[in-house]
């Protein structure tokens, strides 16, 4: 009797919950149903989810995107974009779009943020103005600071450092992180007592870190950051871009007599590792080197952008309050009325045809793999650096 008592209300529920589930549906399509986008994403986030398990969410993107236009929606709450102008205008210092809650996720301390996973505005802009570029010495002395020269074995102790067995338990990134955490912890130990006895604080980036008055703990977290960003993108950056090269042998040639031609003319130091200031100087190597940032954007991601309350409109396109953007790299940098109809051919000879015109824009439009504004990669001039450099050697 009890069981036949408890059918009516199994029933209701079920029916509440059918209900509650079309009502949502509804809802979720009717905020968003001016952009186009797959049925599937109108509704849920499964067809977000199934691109991502298969590990095809940027092909995805792009082929929504070119679907569907510069605007394309990919789940109930979020677009896609490949508009450079309004990447950059999300993104710029008085825009009233915030950083989504991806972000979030790319917290290595459950305590403590890093500038990439903090969200909130002003504690961002608190650290943004910690970790900012000081400033700047002569060419030799940057230079000569950044190769690690005068530092014996810099290069073997640290990985002697990572690869010795210390604690069965940490593994892969354990390891990084304890070999910085121990650093940081002794840099911050004499920082100590180098104030009290007056001395000056070493001129590195850790050194910038306790000068701009960053925790211990905050220098350990970005330290992490670092290592694990800053050498996962320059390293990806440079395994595809030499990949192009050496499989396209009219670049791999004329990038080989541009470096012949500047070290016999001494435009390239013969005895020493390339300066970053005579890299800049050869057209070809920095055609080469954007072509391949353009061709695979190293960072990827959703990234996405929340738009204001009350909603935002830009260039006539309104975006209701409290919606997602985020951007498709790969397909901001290969549209075809921005790079021409060969965008999805490697050329670097695009870049050297270009009158100042449209070289401007091709470098404005890749330079957005970096970010911009407010949200813009602080070590993209060390990634630029590395790569300036690395090619040639």
Same mark, same amino acid.
């Given at each position: %009797?009890?069981?036949? /008592? ?41 067809? /977000? ?28 709450? !979020? ?10 205008? !999300? ?28 969200? =909130? ?5 608190? /650290? ?7 400033? %700047? ?67 590195? !980036? ?29 390293? $990806?950056?440079?395994?595809?871009? !030499?990949?192009?090269?050496? $499989? ?23 005895? $020493? ?21 353009? %061709?695979?954007?190293?960072?990827? =991601?959703? %990234? ?35 790079? =021409? ?10 870049? /050297? ?25 602080? =070590? ?14």
């Amino acid at each position: %009797m009890a069981t036949l /008592l408890l059918l009516p209300v199994t029933l209701l529920f079920f029916i509440l919950s059918i209900a509650y589930g079309a009502v949502t549906c509804f809802l979720n399509h009717r905020k968003l149903s001016a952009f186009r986008g797959p049925f599937l994403a109108s509704i849920s986030n499964l067809w /977000l989810l199934k691109e991502s398990l298969a590990h095809r969410q940027h092909y995805a993107l792009m082929e929504v995107l070119e679907e569907h236009g510069p605007y394309a929606r990919i789940a109930p709450n !979020m677009l896609v974009t490949n508009d450079p102008e309004f990447l950059r205008y !999300m993104s710029a210092p008085r825009s009233p779009w915030t950083r989504g809650a991806w972000y979030e996720i790319h917290k290595f301390d459950s305590t403590t943020d890093n500038i990439f996973s903090t969200t =909130g505005e002003k504690k961002h802009a608190r /650290l943004r103005s910690k970790l900012g570029p000081a400033p %700047m010495k002569s060419d030799t002395e940057t230079e000569s600071q950044y190769s690690g020269r005068g530092v014996d074995n810099l290069e073997s102790s640290i990985v002697d450092q990572i690869n010795t067995p210390k604690d069965a338990e940490k593994v892969s990134q354990g390891k990084i992180a304890d070999v910085a955490h121990k650093a940081i912890a002794q840099r911050y130990a004499l920082s100590t007592e180098a104030a009290e006895k007056g001395r000056e604080q070493k001129a590195d !980036m850790l050194g910038q870190f306790i000068a701009h008055d960053l925790s211990q703990k905050e220098a350990e977290s970005e330290a992490h950051l670092q290592i694990l960003a800053g050498s996962e993108s320059t390293s $990806t950056a440079f395994s595809t871009t !030499m990949l192009y090269i050496v $499989t396209n042998p009219r670049v791999y040639q004329t990038l080989q007599t541009e470096i012949d031609t500047g070290i016999a003319t001494g435009k390239i130091s013969a005895d $020493t590792a390339v300066k970053d200031l005579e890299a800049r100087q050869l057209p070809y190597l920095q055609a080469v080197i954007w072509e391949g940032l353009r %061709m695979c954007p190293p960072l990827f =991601g959703l %990234m996405s952008k929340i738009s204001p309350l009350g909603g935002d409109t830009f260039n006539g396109v309104f975006f209701p309050g409290g919606i997602e953007v985020t951007a498709s790299p790969a397909s901001l940098t290969h549209r075809k009325d921005i790079f =021409g109809e060969d965008a999805n051919v490697y050329r670097p000879e695009r870049w /050297l045809e270009a009158d100042e015109a449209t070289h401007t824009k091709y470098l404005s439009t890749v330079d957005l793999v970096f970010g911009s504004g407010r949200f813009g990669c602080l =070590g993209k001039n060390i990634g630029v650096l590395e790569l300036n450099k690395v090619f040639v050697e």
